[in-house]
């Protein structure tokens, strides 16, 4: 479930495609180029996605917004240019979904900073967006691209950007597409004129920068990624185009207020002698639930898959992959890149599996939930968590390609 496309854009969508189109939704019968996923000669119209957030669906509990989420709603809504930010589990890739489904769609561009952040609001990434490539570029040469007739339209059409993971956007980027955007739209109003709704939390993710930056010449990459990169937020542009800033501090993912407060020092690197007595007395927990193991955390995604792989190669029976149903079958290594998910999944009884999706969030089926293999279903697999045994079906093994 990918794109915030509502009911009615879907029914203006095919009323287009049965009349004669318009200028920026064309008509099967008007020649275009042929997109990656589908054959426009034919008239193939078909979504390159599916819906991410629909505001028919789910329990009240699932779309009510506390207090602090709806203030920022309301801020987006009154067109302010905002920034809102917060720990982990306090609700931010909620209520971005939310403002996206909100807000008039015209107009509206979601992005991020990050392929896979992209994709999970049903957005592009920023560097696509912008058409100015890495921003290494000088000014001018940035000012020559983005002038370019498709970016050119792109930028002048957009009224409201929408940004996921600002935290890995650097200052120097930051600044140039702030540029751009008032010279190609020819506006010396901040950021000309766009509404700008930012979303991160700079605590976790710092900005990364290209080591040629910089004059230690040891390589094409720093061996800390962040090392000499500005946060965006300390770039003056920021204070200019950014009128108010929002923190959710309600933690929705936690409901023991010890653990909260344990986790709210460690963010902000207070470790008392408290708190670091109190994890080590954790380690005498029984931290294995019927057959559920702990999940162990690592600094870089080879050590995970060496790890995973040996894990899976000691467990006896037969091994059953499982092949993804692409979107667009030609950009399945792109979107290798770009989601969790990977393009084939291997799997025996007894192996170790987590949900990278919320699916039914009042049983326990949430982005993160562990479980363990412990039958194949008529080859599907049937995956024990805490609460209930969960049958994966073909539709869950769909991947979207998200431009």
Not at 295 to 321: F, R, W, Y
Request: aromatic share 8%.
């Amino acid at each position: 479930d990918i794109s915030p496309i509502t009911t009615v854009e879907l029914n203006r969508a095919k009323k287009l495609a049965l009349g004669g189109g318009s200028l920026t939704t064309p008509s099967p019968s008007q020649k275009r180029k042929r997109a990656s996923g589908g054959d426009a000669a034919s008239g193939d119209l078909r979504p390159a996605a599916k819906k991410l957030y629909d505001p028919s669906q789910g329990t009240d509990d699932e779309q009510r917004l506390n207090e602090q989420q709806k203030r920022v709603l309301d801020a987006c809504r009154s067109g302010r240019s905002i920034f809102f930010t917060g720990s982990a589990g306090t609700g931010k890739s909620f209520l971005l979904r939310k403002i996206i489904a909100t807000l008039p769609p015209d107009g509206t561009v979601a992005t991020a900073s990050t392929g896979v952040a992209a994709c999970l609001i049903g957005g592009t990434t920023l560097h696509s967006f912008a058409g100015i490539g890495s921003g290494e570029a000088t000014l001018q040469n940035c000012y020559e691209k983005a002038l370019r007739s498709n970016t050119a339209q792109i930028w002048r059409k957009c009224k409201r950007l929408i940004i996921d993971e600002i935290s890995m956007v650097e200052a120097d980027y930051f600044e140039k597409i702030e540029a751009v955007a008032r010279y190609v739209r020819k506006n010396d109003k901040p950021f000309g004129g766009i509404q700008l709704i930012l979303c991160g939390d700079f605590f976790q993710l710092p900005p990364v920068s290209r080591l040629d930056r910089f004059a230690d010449g040891a390589g094409p990459f720093s061996q800390d990624n962040n090392a000499g990169a500005r946060f965006c937020f300390e770039s003056p542009a920021w204070a200019e185009c950014i009128q108010a800033t929002y923190e959710l501090t309600i933690v929705h993912r936690q409901k023991n207020e010890e653990f909260v407060a344990i986790l709210n020092s460690i963010r902000i690197g207070r470790v008392t002698d408290e708190i670091s007595e109190r994890l080590r007395k954790t380690a005498y927990q029984r931290i294995e639930t019927e057959g559920i193991l702990a999940t162990q955390l690592c600094s870089h995604t080879a050590e995970v898959d060496a790890i995973n792989q040996a894990k899976l190669d000691g467990l006896t029976g037969d091994p059953k992959t499982f092949e993804a149903k692409d979107s667009d079958p030609y950009s399945a290594k792109q979107i290798d890149r770009m989601v969790q998910a990977p393009f084939k999944l291997t799997l025996k009884i007894g192996a170790q599996v987590m949900l990278l999706k919320n699916y039914n969030i009042a049983d326990g089926f949430v982005n993160g939930a562990r479980g363990v293999v412990t039958d194949f279903v008529q080859g599907l697999p049937l995956v024990k968590f805490k609460r209930r045994e969960f049958v994966s079906t073909t539709k869950h093994l769909e991947r979207f390609h998200c431009p």
